[in-house]
């Protein structure tokens, strides 16, 4: 039955019809007719924000916590280019989200009118499809596609720019059943053939390894990646989009592969004899030099998006569809290849593996008087086992001691901005965690560089109820950059120095209405983040770590994966 109402109230009669539950936003004039709509009543709840961009990466964390699509509002011109970052964010990492943005009337479009631009061609790049709507009668169909779009296929961004003309326009509004995009037709099967060609392969390997990315966590494909592996007794490694996507405690889970990866990990992805991507693209901080990347593996590539297949490392045997399907598909094939005597030939390789762990273990420095980083991260791991916790992080050196040093046995259990390494996603993407998983304990670890680029949401994180604990791993310098300077800019350090002391982190968080908690030492440690995890309520915990301290292991830049660099070998480096 058709109602008569306002475009504002359309689109919020929308997000309900597609099951939203939370969206995340700020108000502005060209938006404002749909803020009157919220005023006037609707079942999603609204989080105001602090900035549209951590609006944004609000609404990227909570896509990523339950795989349903984001949503973040903006007004038009600046309000909508803040959103900007968050867009490229999840067009990179392919996290489901719509942005509405409110746009100048429909007859200044135009006329550089105030507040105006043109966001839905800035952002033709870094979404999978935009409109801008003109006409009141077209919101419940682009609000419909705009759904599908996002979630469908390869997971991405989508943008809908709504004039306030159209906002306060009126329809005789009824929500489609149906979507009608003739030209959108994403796989939905894998190809049978392609899918028994690659279970051969596996079932004849010696050395094989399942290489998995984050499009297994968006195709909620983590339990048949689970079978796939018992039943093949194939070893795992899981990038830093993948982690979680594969229980970390489980014997077939061999670490992280790229440039910050363990040397086991790294070399168990090069010295394969097949290789078995799932839902990963051979990123560049994967591969290092593409050249001699795993160079004497076949390779299996399976992803929904075929424009994935060859596009950097040729597919031996690829094979395109929904990866939960394709994967099932290739365990059952596996299940009647070991029925009709196939046995799994990867007992050898395993131990391989497993010594190659213990020979090669993560190190760091030990002694001195200041706290390290990297027992940071290990007093976290032991503080919350055993705890329902959903881990956020910022980009740089802290990003990389989490993936090394946190254990996640959960599915999307751990958000990070991986493609395009945005700094300051972590306190922004854990608010949107809680609100997604409000019964969860959500823990942001993140870098003092980061922190000061979104730190504000603090504010929307204590008045909108949602509590989480943010630990700064407080190195006092703009850490990746720093070692980078160090390491092959021969110690020309230029413009890094941000300080342990300003601002004082605590104190900044009590000012916000937060617990704020400072830690020097290492005898500190512990209780500080207990007492921060235990509180029940938004909470800073400022560790203040050694600023020499580098990330490692390490591959350079352009360098073969294999030829990384250990603790040990620092001063050889520095030296070269």
């Given at each position: 039955m058709k109602q008569r109402m306002l475009g504002a109230d359309a689109i919020l009669r929308a997000l309900e019809a597609e099951g939203v539950e939370v969206m995340f936003g700020i108000p502005g004039g060209a938006i404002l007719p749909t803020y009157d709509a919220i005023a006037r009543g609707t079942s999603v709840r609204h989080v105001l924000a602090r900035h549209e961009q951590g609006a944004g990466h609000m609404a990227e964390g909570y896509a990523r916590a339950t795989g349903k699509v984001g949503v973040a509002l903006a007004t038009s011109g600046p309000g909508a280019t803040n959103l900007v970052t968050p867009i490229a964010d999840a067009w990179m990492d392919s996290t489901p989200l719509v942005a509405i943005t409110g746009q100048v009337r429909t007859h200044l479009i135009g006329t550089d009118?105030?507040?105006?631009?043109?966001?839905?061609?800035?952002?033709?790049?870094?979404?999978?499809?935009?409109?801008?709507?003109?006409?009141?009668?077209?919101?419940?169909?682009?609000?419909?596609?705009?759904?599908?779009?996002?979630?469908?296929?390869?997971?991405?961004?989508?943008?809908?720019?709504?004039?306030?003309?159209?906002?306060?326009?009126?329809?005789?509004?009824?929500?489609?059943?149906?979507?009608?995009l003739p030209g959108w037709k994403p796989p939905k099967r894998g190809h049978p053939l392609q899918i028994r060609t690659a279970a051969r392969a596996i079932a004849e390997a010696e050395k094989p390894m399942l290489y998995v990315g984050g499009g297994t966590l968006n195709a909620d494909a983590c339990a048949e990646l689970l079978e796939l592996a018992e039943v093949g007794r194939l070893p795992v490694v899981t990038t830093l989009m993948g982690k979680s996507a594969f229980?970390?405690?489980?014997?077939l889970h061999f670490g992280w592969p790229g440039m910050h990866g363990p040397k086991w990990s790294n070399w168990g992805m090069n010295k394969c004899d097949l290789l078995i991507a799932v839902g990963a693209r051979f990123d560049d901080r994967v591969t290092g030099k593409l050249s001699a990347f795993a160079p004497g593996a076949t390779v299996i590539h399976l992803d929904i998006d075929s424009a994935e297949i060859s596009k950097?490392?040729?597919?031996?045997?690829?094979?395109?569809?929904?990866?939960?399907?394709?994967?099932?598909?290739?365990?059952?094939?596996?299940?009647?290849?070991?029925?009709?005597?196939?046995?799994?030939?990867?007992?050898?390789?395993?131990?391989?593996?497993?010594?190659w762990r213990e020979e090669f273990p993560l190190r760091y420095g030990q002694g001195g008087d200041m706290l390290k980083p990297q027992r940071v991260l290990e007093t976290l791991q032991a503080?919350?086992?055993?705890?329902?916790?959903?881990w956020t992080t910022g980009v740089g050196q802290h990003q990389m001691w989490a993936m090394q040093y946190l254990v996640c046995d959960r599915p999307r259990s751990f958000i990070t901005s991986g493609g395009l390494g945005t700094m300051g996603y972590g306190v922004p993407a854990a608010i949107g965690a809680k609100a997604a998983r409000p019964e969860a304990t959500v823990v942001c670890v993140d870098g003092d560089g980061c922190f000061q680029m979104t730190g504000q949401e603090l504010a929307t994180s204590v008045l909108e109820g949602l509590p989480i604990v943010v630990v700064i791993v407080n190195n006092g310098y703009l850490g990746m950059v720093r070692q980078w300077q160090d390491m092959f800019f021969e110690e020309r350090f230029s413009e890094i120095h941000l300080t342990h002391h300003v601002p004082d982190y605590a104190k900044l968080a009590e000012a916000?209405?937060?617990?704020?908690?400072?830690?020097?030492?290492?005898?500190?440690?512990a209780g500080a983040l207990e007492e921060a995890l235990s509180c029940g309520r938004t909470a800073v915990v400022d560790a203040r770590v050694d600023p020499a301290e580098h990330c490692f292991p390490m591959i350079p830049a352009g360098a073969a994966a294999l030829d990384l660099v250990e603790y040990e070998e620092r001063e050889r480096v520095e030296a070269a």
């Open positions: 009118a105030f507040q105006e631009c043109d966001i839905t061609g800035i952002t033709i790049p870094i979404v999978k499809h935009s409109w801008l709507v003109q006409d009141v009668e077209e919101l419940p169909h682009v609000l419909k596609a705009a759904f599908h779009v996002a979630r469908t296929g390869r997971c991405g961004p989508v943008l809908v720019d709504v004039p306030r003309d159209v906002q306060e326009a009126e329809l005789d509004f009824a929500y489609p059943d149906e979507v009608d229980p970390e405690s489980h014997e950097l490392r040729h597919a031996d045997i690829p094979v395109v569809g929904p990866l939960k399907q394709v994967l099932a598909g290739l365990t059952e094939e596996l299940r009647r290849l070991q029925s009709e005597g196939a046995v799994p030939r990867t007992e050898a390789w395993l131990r391989q593996l497993a010594d503080l919350t086992a055993g705890r329902d916790v959903i916000y209405g937060a617990v704020g908690l400072t830690v020097e030492r290492e005898d500190e440690l």
